[in-house]
């Protein structure tokens, strides 16, 4: 017992010091008040200091002495030594040492004066009391307590009922009835009461039971009855006994207990005369029962739902037993009243919040109010709550509102006065209430304005203490929103101005907030609640009745339900709209029509709705192919764009979406951005621009609105504002242009590793046109300050943010544009001066200041060595400026202004049109017409200022360090090419670019090189773009080759244009260059050969990517060739080739890959068009013609039948007319491809017996050309050619010379010029010719010392090649599998069929090595004695080869001379009648072999009938079908019966011949 242990000291000087200490230490114990262990501290002490007597440590008289002075320190301090007492009694008792036990009777004794006998005789036991005299006998004490006992609880008394008088019970009714207005108190009739109990013996139980019926009759007088049981109380249990007795009476079926009960039960638990605990057991139904009531509910209830969303057609059975199912219900009787529901609402009604907050949680959420008389008595008890708040700080200005009465009951909630107090009863009521608020829409409309009213507050309010606080209230307003608002929302019916009230509040809060409430909503909140599971399912149900029916004619009707239907329940409604429109694209129109009966609250929802199905992680972004967007995604970003156009719908969390998803490296959902901008700004992004839009794009912002997209759009002011705000306010503008700069090269390097190619290029492709789109949509509409504030200089946006320099330029364009403006507006100001001179100086001044730091800026963008040939400053001209700056586009605005007068017109003869309509039209077709015309003399001014600039800017453009071929490698590296696949109008811009900086005549600028180096190598280009750069880059090319068609229709515009330009000088190192003389230029014929050069490489590119198989090679072509078609092919050659490719794409394609059959078809049909306006390549150019070459046959047998002009001369003078000649060489080498069956044909028609005789007189007539050659040349040695035309003519004579030397070259020089894929079939073919040669007994194989001379001299010319500058211009190596053959073939044709105007042309350029060959100006370095040294070593050659030949020929004649008999006699013929013809005009065929005049079109269709007859020969002799290719002309079916009436004509025909070449001597 003893917990506090007191010094030993004390008690050994006891006397001295100890019974001092001892008491002063009771008497602290005694002034504690710390709730009872006072009490057990004083218990240990006294039980400390009787112990040390009990042992015998102390004096008995001392220690009594000290016992009997405490007495006074408490009352209740002999009960306190009493208990000591029996603690020691029973330790002692239980000693063996019997002197102790002595001790403490002495003690006890002692202690009998100050301590009560009766206290003692309680404590105890009854032998301790015997032993101190207080009993006599123990055990007669002990029978006396089990007698009492047994009387007190055991026994039962007898109580006789008819003792008690009625009459009593009949005062006492009306005692308890009378009249309490007076001064009647509850005491005077407790006293009453007591009385007629006594009087009458009434049994007290059955009085209070009375009392209840009476208080239960007159429950208005709840004072005084409640005073009177208070008063007469027994105990509480007893009065719930009776109270639970009643309510078991009401609990029998078809009975209903009455609200009195409830009232009088309420009250008693209210004033807590009885305990909830005590009376809730006495009440029905049991709690297990309401959960299983409940779960039962829900399943009812998703049960009715899964019925109304089912199509069900019920039988007639089924709908018979539903009736008997209902008929039996009505018999079952009704179930008794749910009295805890009962109590609850009488609870309520008086305001006890806690007691009915402890039955609510017995219950589950929301069972209590579903019940309505629940509901309302809870709103009622918080409209009294909020009362006072509300008057402060929700009602409207204007309204007065209906003032509440708080309840007289003192122990209500206290109502509000700050919006801290809400959370103290307020909100939890609110939270209990749920989504049965929405009985009470007064109730619900101002807690939203208390919201509003908070929101408020919490926004202008900045303290930070108080900002925690805030914080609390402004979560707690949210849960409240989700858990009460949104869900009582749903259960009222299409309440539209509840509605409007919540957007009211829903609009101050931030839309990450509303989201998350419209999630839950949706989500979540719908299954709560079994009343909500049937209101979604009833939603759904009416939302596809509406939309089944929903079509354009019935928008307005429609569009109502859609608005009532909507006003309670958006979420499911749009949900369901947005699925249907997932499927059925055509829904959007009437749709987005019928949505215009929305609240706002709506709409943003709406929003929430679109982005949660966007977001849809379930469904695929792409179509099963992997290939393309899904239709879905499509529909969905469709219909954002036209919602978001019409209603006035928040943005920022699209947006946001959007920039989230592009953070996170995804790029499908830019197709909404690009959707949005689209429809709300007007600005349109497509690469199927028709040109007359696409020059309207190049003027003004009206020109672009009016002309320059597919659609009229207007009235975009509004809703581009509405997006230009919420960028703003956001700062999303910078983000989204950063963020998809970057991800373009991120879906490709990042996004696109597992992904289709055809895909992945649809998603650059949309990257980029939404970053065009977006960048434009922000030039347009940001004011100068906002552009400029948000976007950065542009070497931090490209080393910072890394953005690629195409697109940082692309952005920064517009920045540049304005300052430059607003500076030159500054400086016109300043300084009052009008003349146009002046401006323009004011002009290139602001440029200078704007541009100077970008100029410094750029600088860090690319290595040093690039700016050792392009100047920092023409690298950001170029990127700086726009078409807008370098042309007006007049015939634009003049097409746009004659539409308005067009316009005009019709409004002013149409009679329909009322006046005031009329008047207004007409004022605004007027306006916009001189508008126009205002911004057509403004750009005009603008273009000249530019212009003029550029021109004092040109000189400082470009270096002289390096050579011209490296400037122009950096400029379509670093410039031309990534911009001019950006957009359509750059690329216009790129093809205009050039042609301002040729014609501007910039220093160092080569303009030939540029043309030549973006026509030449076209293949890798195309391969690497994607669909719609492919459709940019056609543009571009179109544009070039504009250029270069103009100047090549007219030599009158080609020397006006290009002559004495810098641009098109022919030598590449600039310096010490000071303007260059006529020899330098390129004259208009060789600039003729050039261009066929061009159209030959560009035809060469377009077969290989068409015979590579592959999607992106194929695609991009036809689309490119789809561009340029109105300028490319003009050749009906290289035409007739492609047709052919194209063709067999199209038969390829048919069933594999639908798409590229669907655009090779789409090229094929324009191609066929294009055919009228196509030319034969002699009309193109003037083309070579063959030479006569005296070779013999089996020299020209050989697979080396064609090489290349060794040229010899260094000088100058001699070097630009070679360069020009060869030029000629170069662009006639057009080499076609020939079929097999051509190849054949050919080695059957040498061997006709007939090669020996042929043979030896070419040998002859060789020998004399020789001879005249030599002398030719010794002259030209004395004196130089001094004009083109003689250098011409020494020329000519040179390849004469040479021809023989140049068809024994071996093959190895063509194999170097083929393209890989190609050497090999060469080579077969050449193995399989020369062992066909050799079996018909038509020559043998080139002997060793001829392969000798053959490498010598191709090596001579290597180092020749070596010691050139490297250029550009390559001449066109394209080589067929049968080039050889079809070379071979040709030759013989000559020799034996005399055709001097043979149109397919016997080039002599063909096998030069690619490195020599891509020289504009070379200086050839090969010596004068190489050229004596190659005609010895030729001489020789042919001299053995004509002995061999002859041998073998005589001998092969023999055996075949039979069968060949006829043939032989007619070739004889021939050759006699082409010697006589050659005879007459020597001069003029030498002279004509290397013209490059025009074929007559007599000679062509006579060269025409003789190909036809050969290869007549040739059919029946090989029996294979001859197929027509790309190197010659197509053969006619009936050359076969024509053949013979044009061999009559041959005779007259060799004297026209004779004729056309006299005229072309007399015309050179």
Same mark, same amino acid.
């Given at each position: 017992m ?6 030993g000291e004390?008690?050994?000087n ?5 019974k001092h ?7 602290e114990l005694?002034?504690k ?17 009787c ?7 102390l ?10 002075d405490m007495?006074e320190?408490?009352d209740?301090?002999p009960s ?12 002692t008792?239980?000693l ?6 002595d001790?403490?009777t002495q003690l006890?004794g002692a202690c009998?004066?100050?301590v009560?006998e009766a ?9 301790t ?9 123990a ?10 006992k ?5 026994k039962q008394q007898k109580?006789?009922?008819l ?8 005062k006492?009714i009306?005692?308890?009835g009378?009249d309490l207005s ?6 005077l009739?407790?006293?009453s009461?007591?009385?007629?109990i006594?009087c009458?013996?009434?049994d007290?139980?059955r009085?209070l039971?009375?009392i ?8 208005d ?14 105990e509480?249990?007893t009065?719930c ?14 009975e ?5 009960l409830?009232h009088?039960?309420a009250?008693l ?6 305990e ?5 057991v006495?009440?029905?139904p049991?709690?297990?029962t309401i959960?299983e009531e409940?779960k039962?509910?829900?399943s009812e209830?998703k049960?009715?739902?899964r019925k109304?969303v ?28 749910n009295?805890?529901?009962g ?5 309520l ?8 907050q402890?039955?609510m949680d017995?219950m589950p959420?929301?069972?209590?109010t579903?019940h309505?008389a ?6 009622q ?6 009362e006072?708040?509300?008057?402060r700080?929700?009602?409207p200005?204007?309204?007065k ?7 007289r009951?003192k122990?209500a909630p ?7 107090d809400?959370?103290?009863?307020t909100?939890?009521m609110?939270?209990y209430l ?7 829409p007064?109730?619900f409309?101002?807690?939203v304005r208390?919201?509003?009213g908070?929101m408020?507050?919490y926004?202008?309010?900045?303290k930070?203490e108080?900002?925690?606080k805030?914080?609390t209230?402004?979560s707690c ?15 009222m019916?299409?309440?539209?101005c509840?509605?409007?009230e919540?957007?009211?509040?829903f609009k101050?809060f931030?839309?990450?907030h ?6 839950q909503?949706?989500?979540?909140t719908y ?7 049937k209101v979604?399912?009833?939603t759904?149900e009416?939302?596809k ?6 079509t354009?004619e019935n928008v ?6 859609i608005?009532k239907l ?8 749009f949900d369901?709209?947005?699925?249907q429109?997932q499927?059925?694209?055509n829904?959007?129109v009437?749709v987005?029509?019928s949505?215009?009966?929305l ?8 929003a929430?709705c679109i982005i949660e199905?966007l977001?849809n992680p ?14 879905w995604?499509?529909?969905l ?6 919602v978001?156009r ?6 920022a969390?699209?947006?946001q979406?959007v920039?989230n998803q592009?953070k996170a490296?995804?790029?499908f959902?830019?197709?909404?951005l ?5 429809k709300m &700004?007007g600005?349109?992004i497509t ?9 309207a794009?190049?003027?003004?912002e ?13 009235n ?6 509405r997006?230009?705000?919420a960028?703003l306010?956001?700062?999303l503008a910078?983000?989204?242009c ?7 090269n991120?879906v490709?390097?990042l996004?696109?590793g ?10 650059y492709?949309?990257c980029?046109?939404t970053?065009?789109?977006?960048g ?9 300050e906002d552009?400029i504030k ?5 070497d931090i946006?490209c080393?910072?943010?890394h953005t ?5 330029f ?14 030159y507006?500054e ?9 146009q ?10 440029c200078e200041q704007v541009?100077t730091?970008?100029?410094? &800026?750029?600088?860090s963008l690319?290595?040093s ?6 100047r920092?400053q023409?690298?950001?001209t170029?990127w ?5 700056d370098?042309?007006?586009?007049h ?8 539409k308005l ?6 409004i002013?003869?149409?009679p ?6 009329k ?8 306006a916009l017409q001189?508008k126009l ?6 750009q005009?001014?603008h273009?000249?200022r530019v212009l003029?600039?550029?021109?004092l800017?040109?000189d400082?453009w ?8 490296e400037?122009i490698?950096?400029f ?7 911009r001019?696949i ?6 216009v811009y790129c093809?205009?670019?050039v042609e301002?900086v040729?014609?501007?005549?910039t220093?160092?600028?080569c303009?030939?090189l ?10 890798y280009?195309v391969?690497s773009?994607?669909?719609n750069?492919?459709h940019r ?5 179109c ?13 009158a ?6 002559v004495?330009?810098?641009g098109?000088?022919?030598?590449f ?5 000071d303007g260059?003389n006529k020899a330098?230029q390129l004259?208009?014929e060789?600039f003729r050969?050039v ?6 490489m ?14 992106t090679h194929?695609r991009?072509?036809?689309i ?5 078609l ?6 009906l050659?290289?035409g007739q080739?492609l047709?052919c490719r194209v063709q067999k794409i199209?038969l390829?394609?048919k ?6 059959y669907?655009?090779?078809m789409?090229y ?5 068009g294009?055919k009228v306006h196509m ?10 013609q063959?030479?006569r070459s005296?070779?013999p046959?089996?020299?020209q047998?050989g697979p080396g039948s064609t090489?290349?002009p060794?040229?010899s ?6 070097g630009?007319s ?5 030029g000629k060489?170069?662009s ?7 079929n097999?069956a ?5 080695k059957?028609t040498?061997?006709n017996?007939?090669?020996?005789l042929?043979?030896t007189?070419a040998v002859?007539e060789r020998?004399?050309k020789?001879k005249s050659?030599?002398e030719k040349k010794?002259?030209k ?11 011409a ?13 140049k068809?024994?070259?071996?093959a190895?020089e063509?194999?170097e010029?083929?393209?890989?894929a ?6 077969v ?7 066909d040669?050799a079996?018909a007994?038509?020559g ?11 490498i010598k001299e191709s ?7 070596r010691?050139a500058?490297?250029?550009s ?6 080589r ?5 053959s079809?070379?071979d073939?040709?030759r013989?044709?000559l ?8 149109s397919?042309?016997?080039?002599d ?22 050229k004596?040294?190659?005609?010895e070593?030729?001489?020789?050659d042919?001299?053995n080869a ?7 020929k005589?001998?092969?004649d023999?055996?075949e ?5 006829i043939?032989n006699d007619h070739e004889?013929n021939?050759?006699t009648?082409?010697r ?9 065929k030498n ?5 490059p005049?025009?074929?007559s ?9 003789k190909?036809s007859?050969s290869?007549?020969k ?5 029996g294979k079908?001859e197929?027509?290719s790309s190197?010659?002309k ?10 013979e ?10 004297k026209?011949e004779?004729k056309h ?8």
């Open positions: 003893a917990t506090l242990i007191l010094p004390w008690f050994k006891w006397e001295k010091t100890g200490e001892f008491v002063q230490l009771c008497k005694t002034e008040t710390d709730h009872g262990s006072e009490v057990r501290d004083i218990q240990a002490a006294l039980y400390e200091l112990w040390q007597v009990v042992q015998g440590n004096k008995l008289d001392l220690v009594t002495s000290v016992l009997g007495m320190l408490r209740d301090m306190i030594l009493a208990d000591v007492f029996s603690i020691l009694d029973l330790e008792g239980a063996e040492e019997k002197i102790k036990r001790h403490y006890v009998l004066f100050f009560p206290i003692l005789k309680e404590r105890l036991d009854p032998e009391l015997e032993s101190l005299g207080l009993i006599k006998q055990l007669q004490f002990n029978q006396k307590i089990v007698k009492i047994t009387k007190l609880f055991y109580f006789n009922l003792r008690e008088e009625n009459e009593g019970y009949a006492l009306t005692e308890l009378q007076g001064n009647i108190t509850s005491h009739v407790l006293e009461i007591k009385s007629l006594g009458f013996n009434l007290p139980n009085v039971d009375i209840l019926e009476v208080y239960e009759s007159r429950s007088q709840d004072e005084f009855f409640l005073s009177l049981i208070k008063s007469y109380m027994c509480p249990l009065l006994h009776i109270l639970g007795f009643k309510f078991k009476f009401y609990q029998e079926p078809n209903e207990t009455p609200t009195s409830y009088i039960a009250a638990l209210h004033h807590n005369l009885i909830l605990e005590d009376l809730y006495h009440l029905m049991q709690d297990a959960i409940h039962r509910d829900i209830a049960q009715v739902a109304l089912m199509v069900v057609l019920p039988s007639e059975k089924n709908e018979d037993k539903e009736k008997e199912k209902e008929k039996d219900e009505e018999k079952n009787e009704k179930p008794p009243d009295q805890k529901l109590l609850l609402e009488a609870l009604r008086i305001g006890d919040w806690q007691h009915a402890s039955i017995q959420s929301f069972y209590a579903s309505k629940i509901a309302l008595a809870l709103c008890l918080v409209h009294l709550t909020v006072p708040l509300y008057r700080a929700g009602v200005k204007g309204s509102g209906r003032i509440a009465h708080p309840l009951n122990r206290r109502p509000a006065e700050i919006f801290e809400l959370r103290r009863d909100f939890s609110l939270c749920g989504p049965h608020l929405s009985h009470d007064i109730l409309a101002k807690i208390l919201g509003k908070f408020k507050e926004q202008s309010d900045s930070i108080v900002k925690d805030m914080d209230l402004l307003f949210l849960s409240i929103a989700d858990q009460v608002l949104l869900p009582s929302l749903s259960l019916e299409c309440n539209a509840m509605s409007e919540l957007w009211g509040l101050l931030p839309y990450r509303r989201y998350r409430l419209y999630g909503w949706k989500n979540e299954s709560s609640h079994p009343l909500l599971v979604k399912a009833q759904v009416r939302a009745y509406i939309m089944k029916r929903l354009k307005k009707q429609s569009g109502r339900q608005g909507s006003h309670s329940n958006p979420t499911i409604l369901y709209m947005l699925s429109i499927w059925y694209d829904l959007i009437p987005v029509d949505l215009k009966y609240t706002s609250l709506n709409y943003d929802v709406l929430y199905a977001a379930e469904k695929e972004k792409m179509k099963h192919d992997d290939t393309t967007i899904s239709s995604l499509q529909s970003a469709s219909l954002c764009g036209a978001f019409k209603y006035p719908i928040e943005l969390g699209l947006l979406y920039t592009l490296g995804k790029s959902d830019l197709l909404i690009k959707e949005v901008v689209q &700004a600005i349109e690469d199927e621009m028709t040109s007359e839009q696409l020059e794009m190049t003027g003004g009206q020109l672009k609105a009016e002309g320059g997209y597919f659609g009229q759009i207007r975009t002011k509004k809703s581009s504002q997006l230009k705000d960028l306010d956001h700062e910078l983000p989204l950063l963020l998809m700069a970057q991800q373009r991120g490709v390097f996004e696109g597992e992904k289709h190619l055809k895909l992945v290029g649809h998603l492709d949309q980029h046109d970053l065009l789109q977006f434009g949509f922000l030039a347009s509409n940001l004011s100068t552009y948000r976007v950065p200089s542009i946006l080393n910072q943010f690629p320099h195409d697109a940082a692309f952005l920064s364009r517009p920045m540049y544009a304005h300052q430059i403006l607003s500076k507006d400086m016109k100001k300043g300084e009052k001066g009008n003349r001179q002046q401006k323009v100086h004011k002009y290139v001044a602001a541009m730091p970008v100029h410094e &800026a750029v600088v690319h290595p060595r690039v700016w050792d040939d392009l920092p023409f690298y950001a170029f700086s400026l726009t078409m807008y370098l042309a007006v586009p015939a634009a605005y003049e097409r746009e202004v004659n007068k067009v316009q005009i017109k019709a002013e003869e149409n329909e049109i009322p006046l005031n309509k008047k207004k039209e007409k004022e605004r077709c007027t001189e015309q205002e911004e057509e003399k403004k005009l001014e273009v000249q003029h600039r550029l021109k800017e040109k400082n470009l270096f002289a360090k390096s050579t011209k071929n400037t490698t950096k379509l590296q670093l410039c031309l090419f990534p001019c950006f957009s359509s109008i750059d690329a093809a205009r670019f301002l040729h014609q501007q005549k220093p160092n600028f303009t030939l540029c043309y030549d180096r973006v026509f030449s190598a076209i293949i280009t391969a773009c994607t669909e750069e492919s880059y056609g543009r571009f090319l544009c070039m080759l504009e250029t270069v068609t103009r100047w090549h229709s007219d030599r515009i080609y020397e006006k244009d290009c004495n330009f810098p098109f000088l022919t030598i190192r600039a310096t010490g260059f260059g330098d004259d208009y060789n050969h261009v066929h050069k061009w159209h030959y560009l035809t060469k590119a377009s077969v290989h990517c068409l015979e590579t198989g592959d999607y194929i991009n072509i036809l490119v060739l789809t561009k340029i109105p300028c490319y092919p003009k050749v050659n290289l080739a047709e199209c390829e394609e069933d594999k890959r639908p798409d590229l669907a655009l090779a789409g094929s049909g324009r191609l066929k294009q030319v034969p390549e002699n009309e193109f150019h003037h083309k070579e063959p030479a005296a070779t046959a089996s020299q047998n090489g290349k060794t040229t001369t260094n000088k100058t003078d001699e630009a070679e360069d020009g000649e060869r060489d170069k006639s080498a057009t080499t076609k491809p020939v097999k051509n190849s054949a044909a050919a059957v040498t061997s017996g007939n090669g020996a042929i043979s007189k002859k020998d004399d020789e050659g030599k010794e002259k040695e004395k004196t130089p050619g001094s004009t083109p035309e003689t250098k003519e020494n020329r000519r004579e040179k390849q004469r010379d040479e021809r023989a030397g068809e024994e070259r071996p190895r063509g194999k010029k083929t393209p890989k190609d050497r090999e079939k060469v080579k073919e050449e193995k399989s010719s020369k062992d040669k079996k007994g038509n043998e194989p080139i002997e060793p010392s001829r392969e000798r001379d053959a090596k001579s010319k290597e180092k020749g090649d010691s500058v490297a250029g211009l390559k001449s066109p190596g394209l067929s599998e049968s080039a050889e079809e070379r073939h040709k013989r044709k020799d034996t069929h005399s055709s001097p105007s043979h397919s042309s016997v080039k350029n063909s096998n030069e090595p690619k490195e020599s060959t891509s020289k504009h100006h070379i200086s050839y370095n090969s010596v004068t004695r190489s004596s040294r190659e005609r070593t030729e001489k020789k042919s001299e004509q002995g061999r030949s002859k041998e073998k005589e001998e092969k023999r055996k001379r039979k069968r060949d008999h043939v004889t021939l050759e009648k082409r006589k013809d050659e005879n007459g005009t020597n001069s003029s002279r004509k072999s290397t013209s005049l025009c074929d079109p007599l000679s062509a269709e006579k060269e025409k009938s190909r007859k290869s007549s040739e059919k029946a002799e090989s079908p197929r027509t190197g010659g197509k053969e006619s079916r009936h050359d076969k019966e024509k053949s009436k044009k061999e009559k004509r041959d005779s007259s025909g060799a026209e004779k070449h006299k005229s072309s001597d007399k015309h050179r």
